[in-house]
C-alpha cells in the first residue's frame, strides 16, 4: 500500500500514484509498459494475475524494475505532513525523510516497556507513564534484594522468596556437585586404563630386555672363555718360541765348535735330535 494521497501538500502528479492502490508510490517499481506500482500492490497482483493493471499487457516478477531517477527525484521531493498529525505533530517534510522523523516523532504511539502493561502512549509521555505504571518493577523495601511489580506488592513475602531461592541453589549446587563427580570419575577410569595399557607395555620391554641381556651375557661369557682358551694357546707358543731361541743357540755353539777342531775326529753327536724332538712333539690347536 502506498502513502495516502491526503497526507501530501500541494498538487501530486499522477505519474507518481500507484497504478493498483491509487496512493502516493511506497518503494516504488516499474513495468516494461513504464506502469509504476508499489512493491507489495504489484506483488500481491501478480500472485492471481500475468499482466498490467492498465494496459493489460503480460508482465513478470523478473521484467519489474526500480523507478527512473528523474521520478524518484520528484517522488522524494514531494511534501508532506506526519501521520502522527491527529495526536498534533504539525510536522511537514520530504518524503525521503519522512520515515526517519516517523521513528524518532514526540507524538508516535509506543508501547510501555514494563512487562505484562499493554498500554500505548506517546514517545513524550513515556516517562510519565513509567512512574506510575502499575506494572513497573522495583526492589523491595524490605531488603531482600527482590525486584518486584507494584501488583504484587500484597503478595511479596521476603522469607518464602528466599527459602525458594536457597531451595533452587541447594538443587543448582547438588546437580553441579553430581556432574562434576561423574566428570571426575569418567576421568579417573580413563587414566586407570591408560596407566594398566602403560604398564602392560612396559613389563613386555622389561621382558625383552631381560631376554636380551641373558642373550648378551651368554655371548660375554663364550667370549670370555674364548679369550682364555688363546691366551693359554698364546703362552704355549711363547714357551715353545724360547725353546727354539735356546736351541738355535746351542746349534749355533756347537757350529763354532766344530768349524774350529775340523775334520780330525769323527763324531757320532746329532745336533738336530733335539729340534726333531720338539718338532715331533703333539700340539693341540683351538680354532675359535
Known amino acids: 500500500m502506498g502513502y495516502d494521497i491526503e497526507r501530501f501538500v500541494g498538487y501530486v502528479n ?27 500492490c504489484i506483488h500481491g497482483w501478480l500472485v492471481h494475475h500475468s499482466n498490467c493493471p492498465e494496459d493489460r499487457q503480460m508482465i513478470d516478477v523478473s521484467l519489474l524494475r526500480p523507478l527512473y531517477r528523474y521520478m524518484r527525484n520528484d517522488l522524494n521531493r514531494l511534501q508532506l505532513h506526519c501521520k502522527n498529525r491527529e495526536y498534533g505533530c504539525q510536522m511537514v517534510c520530504s518524503l525521503e525523510s519522512i520515515d526517519r522523523h516517523e521513528r524518532e516523532c514526540e507524538y508516535s504511539q509506543i508501547p510501555c516497556s514494563n512487562a505484562g502493561c499493554t498500554v500505548q502512549v506517546e514517545r513524550r509521555n513515556l516517562d510519565g507513564h513509567l512512574a506510575v505504571c502499575e506494572y513497573r518493577s522495583r526492589e523491595c523495601p524490605n531488603g531482600c534484594g527482590y525486584t518486584i511489580l507494584s501488583v504484587e506488592d500484597t503478595q511479596h513475602n521476603c522469607v518464602a522468596e528466599l527459602r525458594t531461592e536457597l531451595e533452587l541453589l541447594r538443587s543448582e549446587m547438588i546437580c553441579r556437585v553430581e556432574e562434576a563427580k561423574h566428570e571426575m570419575e569418567s576421568r579417573l577410569d580413563s587414566q586407570r586404563r591408560h596407566m594398566v595399557q602403560k604398564e602392560s607395555i612396559l613389563q613386555n620391554e622389561i621382558e625383552e630386555l631381560k631376554s636380551q641381556m641373558s642373550r648378551m651375557m651368554s655371548d660375554v661369557r663364550s667370549l670370555m672363555a674364548a679369550e682364555r682358551q688363546h691366551r693359554q694357546e698364546l703362552e704355549q707358543a711363547e714357551l715353545e718360541k724360547r725353546e727354539l731361541m735356546e736351541l738355535l743357540r746351542g746349534l749355533q755353539k756347537d757350529c763354532r765348535i766344530t768349524t774350529a777342531e775340523g775334520s780330525r775326529k769323527p763324531t757320532n753327536f746329532r745336533p738336530l735330535t733335539r729340534l726333531e724332538s720338539v718338532k715331533r712333539k703333539p700340539r693341540e690347536v683351538t680354532v675359535i
Open 14 to 40: 499522477e505519474g507518481l500514484l500507484c497504478s493498483i492502490c491509487r496512493d502516493v508510490l511506497e518503494d516504488p517499481l516499474q513495468a516494461p509498459c513504464e506502469h509504476a506500482f508499489c512493491t507489495a
